[in-house]
């Protein structure tokens, strides 16, 4: 085990990026972990 | 708009065509692999508060997304990114749109829209261990069409041990206005702006603790300016007892919204089989949100390389300073919304995953000649639950598959 195995990355896995995605519209805040911030959808 | 997805997907496949050639006929250069990935997600959720009904009606959507992925190393210094994505959601609410109660104009299935979207970015990494990258991208849907800009910049120590990065991004919206059937003839007299442009920014500093744990600290500004309101959302003020005596009106928010984001996260294996992964983030913004998040991750790793990894996450946010509840808005507000998203409230998050990702991948071909091969490097599956106090609940669930070449 290392620093460097895939487990230890220090950022989001790939597949997160859909859970920030709806987090980041049914929640206030957003930022600071590579998810969407503003622009594009209009989803409600 | 099919045939514009149809039209990317084309133009990736053709580009990674030619780059694969262009890399095997450099012959003795070897760079990475040409990775794909291929995620999908399935996402459905149910709640009583929508906005379109002014805090009172039905909140259930399922979106379904299917997006590819494409790393392309042209050489050891030249990296091209890319990716196309497409999702369909259908939305209880957004039916709702045209009417509601005895002012309903029609009664339909459930509105569902198609969204597509992509991005490309470009990165140059120097031996000093500096990278460049640029990127844009676009998104497109019924009633908004958005485009952004990407410039980043990262320094790696020469030890490798810590990286500091930047990036700043910047995105245009261009919206169509759709109002509620009950206000559309006199919509002109909301003023409402039809774009919306947002710039943010992030730091991020790494550092390598020990032989077993590393953590990264980040901070993000986001500033937008433009409708930040969404035009179909009602309001009801508290001067009448139901919703044919109340006034109503249309959601009204600031033209302006600025945001502060501070996040670190910890990864660190006690043991060669037990990883830990932590997150926290402190948030608040001009809106008077503040929020807390704390996400955890425990992998265990049954063997080299096959890892399963239960998950959770607590949030918690207050409430924007113009929300209140249906029917509770006073007429002497000069901005209001109904917009639960938007209230005071705590979510829970519960989940698990599992990934497999043998060195030699799930299936490996190798081409007649013997000089070119690609594998289904990995698969991974991942599925949660959320639950937010004020009784929306959700789950979804997501998958990805790697490719290299």
Request: hydrophobic share 35%; with cysteine.
């Amino acid at each position: 085990m290392y620093l460097n195995d895939e487990e230890m990355k220090l950022s989001q896995r790939s597949l997160e990026q859909f859970e920030t995605s709806f987090e980041s519209y049914r929640e206030g805040a957003s930022g600071a972990e590579g998810g969407k911030t503003g622009g594009g959808c209009g989803c409600n | 708009m099919q045939l514009k997805i149809y039209l990317w997907v084309l133009l990736c496949f053709v580009t990674l065509n030619a780059i694969s050639q262009s890399k095997i006929d450099k012959g003795k250069h070897k760079v990475g692999d040409v990775e794909i990935d291929i995620l999908s997600s399935y996402y459905e959720q149910e709640g009583d508060h929508s906005a379109v009904e002014g805090g009172n009606g039905t909140q259930t959507l399922s979106d379904k997304v299917l997006s590819v992925t494409l790393s392309v190393p042209v050489d050891s210094v030249n990296i091209f990114d890319m990716s196309v994505s497409a999702d369909t959601y259908s939305s209880a609410s957004s039916d709702h749109i045209d009417g509601v109660g005895s002012y309903a104009v029609l009664s339909t299935p459930s509105s569902h829209d198609l969204r597509a979207y992509g991005n490309l970015a470009y990165s140059r990494i120097n031996r000093k261990g500096k990278t460049l990258t640029i990127g844009a991208g676009f998104s497109s849907e019924f009633d908004v069409k958005s485009t952004s800009m990407l410039l980043g910049f990262a320094k790696e120590s020469e030890d490798k041990n810590r990286e500091l990065s930047v990036h700043v991004k910047g995105y245009y919206d261009k919206w169509k206005l759709i109002f509620p059937t009950e206000y559309r003839l006199n919509s002109s007299s909301f003023n409402l702006p039809d774009v919306r442009k947002t710039v943010s920014s992030d730091l991020s500093f790494a550092q390598v603790i020990n032989k077993k744990l590393q953590a990264l600290f980040s901070y993000e500004f986001t500033y937008q300016n433009g409708l930040l309101s969404t035009p179909f959302h009602r309001v009801y003020f508290n001067d009448g007892e139901d919703i044919y005596t109340r006034t109503g009106s249309i959601e009204k928010l600031p033209d302006y919204r600025s945001k502060h984001a501070f996040g670190v996260r910890i990864s660190s294996f006690p043991f060669d089989w037990l990883i830990g992964r932590f997150y926290y983030r402190y948030y608040f913004d001009s809106f008077g949100i503040k929020a807390h998040t704390l996400n955890t991750e425990v992998p265990l790793k049954i063997t080299r390389f096959f890892s399963v990894y239960p998950f959770y996450r607590f949030y918690s946010q207050t409430a924007a300073d113009w929300f209140r509840p249906y029917g509770e808005h006073d007429l002497s507000q000069e901005f209001y919304t109904s917009d639960y998203d938007l209230s005071n409230f705590v979510s829970n998050k519960i989940g698990i995953g599992l990934r497999l990702s043998p060195p030699m991948g799930l299936i490996h071909l190798r081409s007649n000649s013997g000089n070119r091969s690609s594998s289904l490097k990995g698969l991974e599956l991942r599925f949660a639950k959320y639950y937010r106090s004020d009784g929306l609940r959700s789950f979804i669930i997501s998958s990805n598959l790697s490719f290299g070449f």
